[in-house]
């Protein structure tokens, strides 16, 4: 059974703080991906990274920045968080190449800036 | 800019009927529509894709069409029941992206 997880379903931290939001997947997958959720804007892109190493700034990268040092392993920075950060954040995965495959994702982490 | 909208943020059906969400897009040529649930508190969860060039895809009490001259997606639940109540997302990729953009999914409650 294919997985993604996150390192925390609920996180709390205080604005300036460094955070730091971790995504594992077990499926071997050459692309992932971050996003946050927030009602009435729907799912954004913040990166993804297609490679070990490799990445590609979203629909929304102000503010954050990310890792890949293994391919089953991506991070989500936030350098200094602030207020508007308080969201939900998903990570995904999928395949490379093969473009009907869909995008597993993770349960989330409900992230609140204070 | 790319838009994608569904048609409501929140839809009641009663019970045992077929319940439509729609999935509207503009300044888009997707190749690929994707269908999602997602549960309060959960990530998304992949129903159905369908391509540019197929008007109709079935998966038991599920079916998506495909009409890209109005830029429209339509996805029926048959026989609705409680269970089926979630938010129900559309996402669009392009050939050569991995991308995929989404709505801002429609809230489905199903009345018993």
């Known amino acids: 059974d294919v997985k993604v997880t996150q390192s925390s379903r609920y996180l709390v931290k205080r604005t300036g703080e460094k955070v730091f939001l971790e995504c594992v997947q077990d499926?071997?997958?050459?692309?992932m991906f971050w996003y946050r959720q927030d009602p009435g804007l729907g799912l954004r892109l913040i990166y993804f990274?297609?490679?070990?190493?490799?990445?590609e700034k979203g629909d929304i990268p102000e503010g954050y920045s990310v890792s890949r040092e293994k391919k089953e392993r991506f991070s989500l920075i936030l350098e200094s968080a602030s207020t508007n950060q308080t969201s939900m954040y998903l990570c995904a995965s999928r395949r490379t190449g093969m473009f009907t495959d869909t995008q597993y994702f993770g349960p989330g982490t409900r992230l609140t800036v204070l | 800019s790319q838009k994608i909208e569904q048609n409501s943020e929140a839809l009641n059906i009663q019970e045992g009927k077929t319940a439509t969400l729609t999935c509207n897009y503009t300044?888009?040529?997707?190749?690929?529509l994707q269908w999602y649930r997602q549960d309060p508190g959960r990530g998304p969860v992949f129903l159905l894709l369908i391509r540019e060039n197929e008007k109709e895809k079935r998966k038991e009490r599920l079916k998506v069409t495909f009409d890209t001259t109005l830029k429209q997606s339509l996805f029926h639940i048959t026989a609705s029941q409680p269970a089926d109540s979630a938010t129900y997302l559309c996402?669009?990729?392009?050939?050569?992206?991995?991308?995929?953009?989404f709505g801002t999914g429609t809230r489905l409650t199903i009345i018993p």
């Open positions: 996402a669009l990729s392009n050939f050569g992206n991995e991308k995929l953009t």
């Open positions: 499926m071997d997958h050459e692309n």
């Open positions: 300044n888009y040529s997707p190749a690929y």
């Open positions: 990274s297609y490679d070990v190493k490799m990445k």
